[in-house]
């Protein structure tokens, strides 16, 4: 009798992709990219300004409960670690009653916001200097503050 073995009719059509086939979803998938991570870059940059501003306006939330405790704000000296820490001496804060922030936030680029005693713009200011942690700047580096939060 004679038999014929079917795994050896294999035919070379099924065994992948041709180079054709591979450049056009490479090219499909780098398209699709240029299209999206632009706008996702976007997105980050005003989350992270937005973050900004919900951290210094809970930071001046509990300036002002500090403020209505105490009878004053916090000097440069003991800056916004008074918010979180126990008083120093009975003269700062002998009519404190807790902790105003649970913990002090850093900004979205890492930096610890700046609190200065008095401020430029007002009584006090508090601000992030941006990415750059530098004055100035426009975007992604703008300086984010008491003053201008509103702005943003």
């Keep these: ?48 300004q937005k973050k900004t501003v919900a951290d210094i306006v809970a930071i001046e939330n509990a300036l002002t409960m500090y403020n209505l405790e105490n009878g004053m704000l916090p000097d440069e000296r003991m800056g916004l670690r008074a918010l979180i820490n126990e008083p120093e001496s009975e003269q700062s804060g002998k009519n404190r009653t807790g902790n105003y922030l649970r913990r002090l936030p850093d900004d979205p680029w890492h930096h610890p916001y700046h609190y200065d005693m008095p401020g430029k713009h007002d009584s006090y200011d508090v601000y992030s200097l941006g990415a750059d942690n530098k004055p100035g700047g426009e975007g992604v580096n703008q300086d984010i503050g008491t003053w201008n939060v509103n702005d943003i």
């Design 1 to 48: 009798m004679f038999t014929t073995d079917k795994t050896s009719e294999r035919t070379h059509t099924d065994d992948g992709f041709t180079l054709i086939e591979m450049m056009v979803v490479i090219m499909i998938i780098g398209l699709m990219a240029s299209l999206i991570i632009p706008n996702l870059l976007g997105n980050k940059t005003k989350a992270d």
